[in-house]
Antibody, heavy 119, light 111 residues
Framework: QVQVQQWGAGLLKPSETLSLNCAVY????????WSWIRQPPGKGLEWIGE???????KFTPSLESRVSMSADSSNNQFSLKLTSMTAADTAVYYC?????????????WGHGTLVTVSS | NFMLTQPHSVSESPGKTVTISCTRS????????VQWYQQRPGSAPTIVIY?????PSGVPDRFSGSIDSSSNSASLTISGLRTEDEADYHC??????????FGGGTKLTVL
């Protein structure tokens, strides 16, 4: 059963860059899309973007100018960078696998990392 | 793009049935599949309904999903409510660019 393990800095100052990583265990890395999704405290979920093993990516328009993702097939890992962080970016950040059937897809989530932006 | 609107909260008694709605702001609800996730306090979301009405293995048949084109909304219905069903529920769909869209989430209280 595929599992994801994520890590990265949990406390940032305004204007710093968020860097999070996610490792994939127990299954194939190639052939799937891998997502980042965040949830501000007490609020709903926001899809940030996704990437596949070959680096094909897509991002939500509201964050596209600040976000980048990368995929490392040799180590079964993918990562998220979000620049110019502000307090509004404080959230739990989840990495997730996009699981697809023959006709539809849904996300299988990691445990999440709380990222706080504060001076 | 479109938005998915959910009630902020619902509550019901154990053993009863509750329905949570998810209304699409523009475009047809039947255009793109809807998923539902359950999120217990302090935990990551888990899938309970995909492809509008399909249950992954391990999800009890007390959980069901449906689509209503007349109200342009999706619904999650939980019957025989248990205290363990108390959680936040999030609907999800995708747009024409295959960008994922989430509803604001609904807090279910079982009292």
């Amino acid at each position: 059963q595929v599992q994801v393990q994520q890590w990265g800095a949990g406390l940032l100052k305004p204007s710093e860059t968020l860097s999070l990583n996610c490792a994939v265990y127990g299954g194939s890395f190639s052939g799937f899309y891998w997502s980042w999704i965040r949830q501000p405290p007490g609020k709903g979920l926001e899809w940030i973007g996704e990437i596949n093993h070959s680096g094909s990516d897509k991002f939500t328009p509201s964050l596209e100018s600040r976000v980048s993702m990368s995929a490392d097939s040799s180590n079964n890992q993918f990562s998220l960078k979000l620049t110019s962080m502000t307090a509004a970016d404080t959230a739990v950040y989840y990495c997730a696998r996009l699981y697809c059937t023959s006709s539809s897809c849904y996300h299988l989530w990691g445990h999440g990392t709380l990222v706080t932006v504060s001076s | 793009n479109f938005m998915l609107t959910q009630p902020h909260s619902v509550s019901e008694s154990p053993g009863k049935t509750v329905t949570i709605s998810c209304t699409r702001s523009s475009g047809s609800i039947v255009s793109n599949y809807v998923q539902w996730y359950q999120q217990r306090p302090g935990s990551a979301p888990t899938i309970v309904i995909y492809e509008d009405s399909q249950r992954p293995s391990g999800v009890p048949d007390r959980f069901s999903g449906s689509i209503d084109s007349s109200s342009n909304s999706a619904s999650l219905t939980i019957s025989g409510l248990r205290t363990e069903d108390e959680a936040d529920y999030h609907c999800q769909s995708y747009d024409s660019s295959y960008h994922w869209v989430f509803g604001g989430g609904t807090k279910l209280t079982v009292l």
